[in-house]
């Protein structure tokens, strides 16, 4: 029905506009026939400088997108990396106190955990002793040393005193010894002279040639000098006994004098126990130290600062050396690894500014190229491919960057290890 009104209406509108337009002048019908002709005339050129401007306009937008995605590199292969480092004992022994829970923040030099130290305790003790007791005997041997540098020189030259003595006695005994062969010899001779008389007088007093009071006395001299002879000959003997007890004292007293000249050997001999003395000494000094570095082992500080995480100690346990407690997640020192494909890396260089984005928190982080890795992640992989065969596809590698955050990019630490990322590395 509304269709219909409207042909009425413009069916009634075109006779009404046909009449006007035939009682226009001649004048106004010319005057429009020239507006008409201009405006034909201008829509050409609009067309064109709309066309050119347009034109223009891509150009200069793909110009300005071509610049801004052309001078970036990005990937969506990357993630926060950071060290994880793990708390083991490094002595034996019950865990007695377990001070931290897992994600709690802890400064380096906290006590983290604490480790029965009874043992320890008696064992620092026991090392301390050892160490006084071989101080003192490192001592007494250093005090030794002069003290038998001294005696060495006496003993040499007593023993050579002794010496001078022995060889001294040995020529007197030797003169006594000749003097009383001397006497014997004497002795001798008279006793035989007296033998001779007394020989003599018993033919004359049996003759009666003589009184017989002279053959008594003939006799009596014959029996003295008999005895004289006696002892004479003693003498001798005596003094032959004296000349080999004095060689014999010479003899020690040289062999007394030879075992004094080994005194420069006993001194060094001395020497050398009070150096191994010292060495003792400071054996045990270490043994002290190394007892007190295990008594303070039993307190485990935290290395850095950093998250808790893994702990699976607990009170009462047993652990042994190089047992895993806990580990520390330091987040001062974080950064991304970002696995870019080796096509990408052409103008890729340390230093270029980075931006980050963190998926988690939904903004960006500012940060640079740190640097780039040796070889590609497939060369440190457990199996390294092996490329020399006849089914050979090549594949677009992919190499690990680091990329480091600027100073101050996180001061609440809400950045972690393994946090997805896309980064984008300004390379113009």
């Known amino acids: ?47 064109i400088l709309l066309g050119v401007a347009g034109v223009l306009l891509i150009t200069a937008a793909a110009a300005a997108g071509y610049y801004f995605f052309a001078g970036w590199e990005s990937t969506d ?23 931290v829970e897992d994600n709690q923040y802890v400064k380096a030099g906290t006590l983290l ?3 029965d130290p009874t043992d320890y305790q008696v064992a620092l003790g026991s090392a301390q002793a050892t160490l006084a007791n071989d101080r003192a005997t490192a001592d007494a041997s250093q005090v030794n040393v002069p003290i ?39 002795a001798e001779a008279n006793n035989a002279k007296a033998q001779d008389d007394v020989k003599r007088y018993k033919q004359l007093v049996d003759k009666q040639e003589i009184a017989e009071q002279q053959y008594v006395q003939a006799v ?22 004296g000349v080999t007890q004095a060689q014999g004292k010479s003899d020690q007293a040289v062999a007394a004098l030879e075992s004094a000249r080994t005194g420069p050997q006993q001194v060094r001999i001395q020497q050398s126990r009070a150096v191994a003395a010292a060495a003792l000494a400071e054996k045990s000094q270490e043994a002290v130290e190394q007892a007190q570095l295990n008594l303070n082992y039993t307190r485990i500080m935290a290395p850095v600062d950093g998250l808790i995480a893994k702990r699976s100690v607990q009170v009462g346990e047993y652990v042994a050396p190089g047992q895993q407690l806990l580990a520390v997640v330091p987040l001062e020192d974080i950064w991304v690894t970002a696995n870019f494909k080796e096509t990408q890396l052409k103008n890729v260089r340390p230093g270029q500014p980075v931006e980050i984005f963190v998926d988690a928190y939904g903004r960006d982080y500012t940060g640079h190229v ?7 992640g497939a060369i440190f992989s457990l199996l390294p491919p092996e490329n020399a065969t006849g089914n050979y596809v090549k594949v677009v590698q992919r190499v690990p960057v680091r990329l480091r955050f600027d100073q101050g990019q996180d001061p609440d630490h809400r950045l ?3 946090l997805s990322v896309e980064p984008k590395v300004k390379v113009q």
């Not at 740190?370 to 590609?376: K, L, N, Q, V």
């Open 1 to 47: 029905m509304p269709q219909d009104v409207t042909i009425d209406l413009e069916e009634k509108v075109q006779p009404e506009g046909v009449g006007e337009h035939d009682r226009t002048s001649p004048q106004s019908s010319s005057a429009s026939a020239s507006l008409d002709n201009a405006s034909a005339k201008r829509k050409p050129r609009t067309k």
């Open 77 to 99: 292969d990357a993630q926060i990396d950071g060290y994880v480092n793990p708390i083991s004992s490094r002595v034996a022994g019950y865990i007695t106190k377990v001070y």
């Open 113 to 115: 955990a604490q480790i």
């Open 148 to 186: 038998t540098s001294v005696n060495a020189v006496s003993q040499i030259t007593s023993a050579q005193a002794d010496v001078d003595n022995s060889r001294a006695a040995i020529s007197g005994s030797e003169k006594q010894l000749a003097a009383a062969r001397a006497s014997l010899l004497q």
């Open 220 to 241: 009596q001299t014959a029996n003295a000098t008999a005895a004289a002879v006696e002892v004479a000959a003693a003498n001798v003997q005596a003094d032959q006994d």
């Open 370 to 376: 740190e640097s780039i890795a040796g070889g590609t």
């Open 416 to 418: 972690r290890p393994g």
